[in-house]
C-alpha cells in the first residue's frame, strides 16, 4: 500500500484542473445537438452568454485559445499585413509560428513593460502607406500577461490604446485566456470590454476550470467570418453541448473565487522572500508567481527538490520558475508547500 504517498501539489499551470462534482453534474444533465448545424443549445448558450458579458454580439466557442487567437488574427489581417504585438505575447511565443503559417502575415515586436505596452507604443510601430512597408492591421494585447507574471491592464489603459488603433483603422484583438483575473483583480467590468476590441478570445478551461475551450467573441460579421475559418481549421465540432456546460458552470460559479488565487499567489510569493536563493520576484498582481534563480543549476535543483515533495511547477527560461494558482490549489496545500519551501536544503548558488 503506498498510504504514505502524498497528494501531488500541480502549480505548473492554471489548466492543470479537474471538473468539480458541480461541473461534471451540468456537464451530464446537459442537452446536447449537433453544432455544425448550430443545433447545440448548451453551446449556442454559452455563445450568446459570453458574449452578453462582454458587451459583445456574438460568440464562437473553439477547442482552444490558440485557435481562437489565430482565428481572430487570420480574419481581421490579409496575407502580408503586420501585427503589432508585445515580445512576450503568448500569440508571438507559443502558437507554433502560427501567425505566419496561418495569415501570412508579419509581426513587428514592441518591448513593453512586462508585456504591457501603451497607445504610444502602438502609434511608433504603425507603419506609413507606403508600398515598401507591410501594412499594419492588427493590434493584439494579452490580459493578464502570462509572461509578464500575470500583470495586467487598466480599462483606461485599454480605452486609450483603442482610440489610437480606432483613428488609424487598425482592428484590436484581445487575447483574454487571463482576462477574468485581470477582471477580478481590478474590480472592473467586463460589459465595458466590447466597447474597446474587435474580438477577444475568452478561456473556460484556465482559472475557470472547465476541461476545455475558448471562446471567441466579435461582431455577427466577424463571428460568421470566424465560423467559416474554424471549420476550416478542423475545429468544426458536434455534440460540443457537454463541454459548453461545463463552460457556463464556470462563467456561473468560478469567476469570484479568483480572488483566492490571487491571495494564495501572494502568499507563496512572502514565502519565497524569505529564501535566499531567490533572487528576484515579480509583483504578483494575479494567480502567477514568475521568480528568478541564480543559476540554471539552483533552477534545477530547485524544481527537482519541489518534485521530491510531490510538488509541480514550471521552468520559465533558463533561471526562472513560474508557479500558478488554481481552482484545484487548496488552503492545505498552500501550508504544505511553504513548510516544503522552509525547509528548503542550501543549494549551490553557482
Ligand atoms: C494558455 C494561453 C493561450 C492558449 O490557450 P490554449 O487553450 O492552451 O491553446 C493563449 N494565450 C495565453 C496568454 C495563454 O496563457
Redesign the pocket.
Known amino acids: 500500500m503506498q498510504t504514505t504517498l502524498k497528494e501531488i501539489i500541480d502549480l505548473r499551470?492554471d489548466?492543470v484542473t479537474k471538473p468539480t462534482p458541480g461541473m461534471l453534474q451540468a456537464m451530464l444533465s446537459a442537452q446536447v445537438g449537433d453544432d455544425v448545424y448550430e443545433e447545440d443549445p448548451m453551446v449556442n448558450e454559452l455563445q450568446e452568454k459570453t458574449a452578453h458579458i462582454f458587451g459583445m454580439e456574438a460568440g464562437l466557442f473553439c477547442?482552444?485559445?490558440?485557435?481562437?487567437?489565430q482565428i481572430a488574427i487570420r480574419i481581421l489581417t490579409q496575407p502580408g499585413d503586420e501585427v503589432i504585438c508585445d515580445r512576450l505575447?503568448?500569440?508571438y511565443n507559443?502558437?507554433g509560428g502560427g501567425i505566419a503559417v496561418n495569415s501570412l502575415a508579419s509581426v513587428r515586436l514592441v518591448h513593453g513593460e512586462r508585456g504591457r505596452f501603451t497607445p504610444q507604443d502602438v502609434l511608433e510601430n504603425i507603419n506609413d502607406d507606403n508600398v515598401h512597408y507591410p501594412r499594419t492591421s492588427l493590434v493584439a494585447l494579452?490580459n493578464?500577461?502570462?509572461?509578464g507574471g500575470g500583470c495586467y491592464y487598466t480599462l483606461d489603459q485599454i480605452a486609450a490604446i483603442s482610440k489610437v488603433c480606432r483613428q488609424h483603422r487598425i482592428s484590436l484583438h484581445l487575447?483574454?485566456?487571463?482576462v477574468f483575473n485581470a477582471l477580478v483583480a481590478t474590480g472592473e467590468s467586463p460589459a465595458e470590454y466590447g466597447k474597446y476590441f474587435d474580438t477577444i478570445?475568452v478561456?473556460l478551461?484556465?482559472g475557470l476550470g472547465a476541461p476545455?475551450?475558448?471562446v471567441l467573441l466579435g461582431s455577427h460579421q466577424l463571428i460568421a467570418k470566424a465560423k467559416r475559418m474554424r471549420k476550416l481549421m478542423g475545429g468544426g465540432w458536434r455534440q460540443a453541448g457537454f463541454l459548453a456546460a461545463a463552460g457556463i458552470y464556470a462563467l456561473d460559479h468560478h469567476i469570484q473565487r479568483l480572488s483566492e488565487d490571487h491571495i494564495r499567489a501572494r502568499k507563496i510569493a512572502q514565502a519565497l522572500q524569505q529564501l535566499p536563493v531567490v533572487e528576484e520576484i515579480l509583483p504578483v498582481d494575479t494567480n502567477i508567481v514568475i521568480f528568478k534563480l541564480s543559476s540554471e543549476k539552483t533552477t534545477q535543483d530547485f524544481l527537482t527538490y519541489l518534485k521530491e515533495q510531490q510538488i509541480l511547477a514550471s521552468a520559465f527560461g533558463k533561471d526562472k520558475i513560474r508557479i500558478v494558482t488554481h481552482l484545484d490549489f487548496t488552503d492545505a496545500m498552500l501550508e504544505r508547500l511553504i513548510v516544503v519551501l522552509q525547509k528548503l536544503p542550501v543549494l549551490a548558488t553557482k
Open positions: 499551470s489548466t477547442p482552444s485559445g490558440t485557435m481562437t487567437n505575447a503568448h500569440i507559443y502558437e494579452e493578464t500577461v502570462n509572461k487575447d483574454g485566456a487571463r478570445s478561456c478551461s484556465k476545455v475551450g475558448s
